[in-house]
C-alpha cells in the first residue's frame, strides 16, 4: 500500500493542494484577451490536481504534493487524524491528534515545499500552533501560533532559505476574532525560524479562511493572499521579501481568489488571481512590489491558474473554464 502511495504522489509532481469544491455555473468563455496579453489559445495540458489515496482504512482530508513527495491530513472511522509525508521511498508520520474530542478538526491544513537537490519542507498547523519539519533536519519545529482554524502555505529554496504563512481565525463557537495572516522566515545559513510576524489582518470576521499563495527562490519570496473586509469583498493582496530577512509592505491588486505566483530567477514575479469570472494578472520587476493589474481573460469562470516564465523570459498564464468540456486555455505577455 505504501509503494501505491508513492508512486500517486510521483505522478503527481508539481501538484498543488486538493480541496473538494463544487464548480460555478458555466459561462461563456473568453473571446478576446486584454493588451498586453495575447489572445487566449486552447490546448495547453491541464495540470492534475494531489488526489491521494486511501491508505488502510485512513480518509485524505487535505493533501499537497511535490515532485517525488506527497503530504496528507488523514482520518480513521474512529476520528483519529494524522499528518503523513512520503519522501521517496519513506513514510514519516509527523503528528497525530484524537478528533472525537473536539467540535472541529484537531488537524487543520498541510503543505509541502522542495528544493531542486530533494530537500522536503512540510508545515502544518493543529488547533494551536504552526509547525514545521525537514527530511534530514531532526525532530519537527513550532514556527508559530495559529487561534483554532488555519490554513497554511510553504517554501523551500536551495541554499536552506524557508517560509512558512498561515492565515487564522478563532475556533470557538462565536467567531471573536478576525482573520490575520502570518510568516515566518528561515535565512540561508540560519539555525531556526525567526520568530513570526503579523503580515495583514481582516477588518471584519469571517469564517472564509484566507487563500495564501507563495513562491520562494534564494534571492527573493512573494506571497499573495486574500482577506474577506466589512464590504464582504476579498482584497487579493501581495508582499515580497528579499533575500534575507521577511515581508514588507504589502499592496492591494485587486478582489477575489489568488492563484498561484511565479518567480523568475531574477526576481521578477508574476501573481495571478480570478476576479468577476475574469483571469488577472500583475507582473513586479526584481526588487519590487507587483504593478498594475492587467485582465488576461474575459468572463470564462477560470480555474486551475497556472503562471510561469517562459524560456524567453516572457510571463505565461494558463488556466482551465468551467464551460463543458471543460478547455485549458494559455495566454503570454506580448510586451
Not at 8 to 15: D, K, N, P, S, Y
Not at 35 to 60: E, F, I, Q, Y
Not at 283 to 290: E, H, Y
Not at 309 to 318: K, T
Request: contains cysteine.
Amino acid at each position: 500500500m505504501r509503494r501505491g502511495f508513492l508512486i500517486a504522489a510521483v505522478a503527481l509532481a508539481g501538484c498543488g493542494k486538493h480541496r473538494h469544491q463544487p464548480p460555478p455555473r458555466p459561462t461563456p468563455i473568453a473571446e478576446h484577451a486584454h493588451p498586453p496579453w495575447s489572445k487566449p489559445l486552447p490546448g495547453a495540458p491541464a495540470p492534475r490536481t494531489a488526489r491521494v489515496p486511501k491508505h488502510r482504512g485512513w480518509d485524505v482530508r487535505a493533501s499537497d504534493a511535490v515532485a517525488g513527495a506527497a503530504a496528507a491530513i488523514e482520518e480513521d472511522e474512529n476520528r483519529q487524524v494524522r499528518v503523513r509525508v512520503v519522501v521517496g521511498a519513506r513514510t514519516t508520520i509527523l503528528a497525530t491528534a484524537d478528533g472525537s474530542v473536539t467540535d472541529y478538526p484537531p488537524l487543520q491544513d498541510v503543505a509541502i515545499s522542495r528544493d531542486t537537490r530533494g530537500r522536503v519542507l512540510v508545515v502544518w498547523a493543529d488547533d494551536r500552533n504552526v509547525h514545521a519539519w525537514e527530511n534530514g533536519g531532526g525532530p519537527a519545529l513550532t514556527v508559530g501560533r495559529d487561534y483554532g482554524v488555519t490554513s497554511v502555505a510553504a517554501g523551500l529554496a536551495d541554499g536552506g532559505r524557508a517560509v512558512v504563512a498561515w492565515g487564522t481565525h478563532d475556533g470557538g463557537e462565536e467567531l471573536n476574532r478576525a482573520n490575520q495572516v502570518f510568516t515566518a522566515v528561515r535565512d540561508p545559513g540560519a539555525p531556526a525560524f525567526a520568530p513570526a510576524t503579523e503580515l495583514d489582518r481582516g477588518d471584519a470576521r469571517s469564517y472564509h479562511l484566507p487563500r495564501l499563495e507563495l513562491a520562494v527562490t534564494p534571492r527573493s519570496a512573494v506571497l499573495a493572499w486574500n482577506l474577506h473586509n466589512r464590504e464582504r469583498r476579498q482584497p487579493v493582496r501581495a508582499a515580497r521579501a528579499g533575500a534575507r530577512g521577511g515581508f514588507g509592505e504589502a499592496v492591494t491588486l485587486g478582489n477575489g481568489t489568488p492563484g498561484p505566483v511565479a518567480l523568475r530567477g531574477d526576481g521578477a514575479a508574476l501573481v495571478s488571481w480570478t476576479q468577476d469570472y475574469r483571469v488577472y494578472a500583475a507582473l513586479a520587476s526584481p526588487g519590487r512590489l507587483p504593478a498594475r493589474p492587467e485582465i488576461v481573460s474575459d468572463a470564462d469562470r477560470a480555474f486551475s491558474l497556472e503562471p510561469a516564465f517562459g524560456a524567453d523570459g516572457r510571463a505565461r498564464l494558463a488556466w482551465t473554464t468551467h464551460r463543458p468540456p471543460q478547455v485549458r486555455y494559455s495566454a503570454v505577455r506580448t510586451r
